[in-house]
């Protein structure tokens, strides 16, 4: 990452729905036994039935966790969902809002993603806002039409609290799919994202951390967090290894 930058590196796993108490005490005491002295914060966002997991095995470290989804609303007959409330009672730090997954497979769409994210500040927690665009759009061109519309929605409804969020760019076509962005091609749509981000609110859009979150590896993640504009990663399928998460968080 650029030096010249104050933006601390952020690693932040994302376990999707994977998980089991007995893996999960591995991994939890792993990654926090392997957390301290570190150049970059890290994070994992797990499954909401393992929060109070998460909780116990972290309290006190170097590590912060956080939601992968929260409501829109802020209590009732909402059956299966999870407030941003109930977050915070688990000591949740971050949340993950508008991931491509929840976009593709359950529908939600910018007005959603940016309210969920204002729901996140308003609860007390930092939304990692996520971005990306298809496979087909970006070779139609369109990739930063596509980010821009998606990051716009989520700008008009900060008001003055932009300097809050934390925003990953994620291409869809390189997630799981063991496709990977070129460190130049990252770059490029992050320094668009910035660009969007200073235009609104140079100060704080200039100190906002962005993530790439397609398919970021031990093997590629040194190279990709050497660009300017890429602040950290939203990690998936390494997130799940100790040695792999760690690796990442050192190439910071």
């Known amino acids: ?44 966002c797990v499954p909401a039935p393992y929060l109070a997991q998460a909780q116990a095995a972290l309290s006190g470290s170097a590590v912060a966790w956080g939601g992968q989804d929260l409501s829109l609303h802020e209590s009732g007959a909402f059956t ?14 971050f949340v993950i809002v508008g991931h491509s997954e929840r976009r593709s497979l359950h529908g939600e769409t910018d007005t959603i993603v940016a309210d969920k994210a204002r729901q996140a500040l308003a609860c007390g927690l930092t939304p990692i806002v996520c971005v990306g665009e298809t496979l087909e759009e970006r070779e139609a061109g369109q990739t930063d039409t596509v980010v821009s519309r998606q990051l716009r929605a989520v700008l008009a409804v900060l008001g003055q609290q932009l300097g809050k969020i934390v925003i990953a760019y994620e291409p869809v076509w390189a997630i799981g799919t063991g496709k990977t962005a070129t460190p130049e091609m990252a770059q490029q749509v992050h320094a668009h994202l910035r660009a969007l981000l200073v235009g609104v609110d140079p100060d704080a859009g200039s100190g906002v951390r962005l993530l790439y979150g397609g398919s970021m590896k031990p093997d590629n993640a040194h190279d990709l967090l050497a660009m300017d504009d890429i602040d950290g990663g939203l990690i998936g399928g390494a997130s799940l290894k100790v040695g792999d998460f760690l690796a990442i968080a050192k190439s910071a």
């Open 1 to 44: 990452m650029n030096q010249t930058t104050m933006r601390r590196p952020l690693i932040a796993g994302n376990w999707k729905m994977n998980g089991s108490v007995a893996a999960n005490a591995l991994l939890l005491d792993g990654i926090r036994a392997g957390a301290s002295g570190l150049a970059a914060d890290l994070a994992v």
């Open 80 to 93: 299966g969902e999870v407030s941003g409330a109930m977050l915070r009672d688990f000591g949740c730090q």
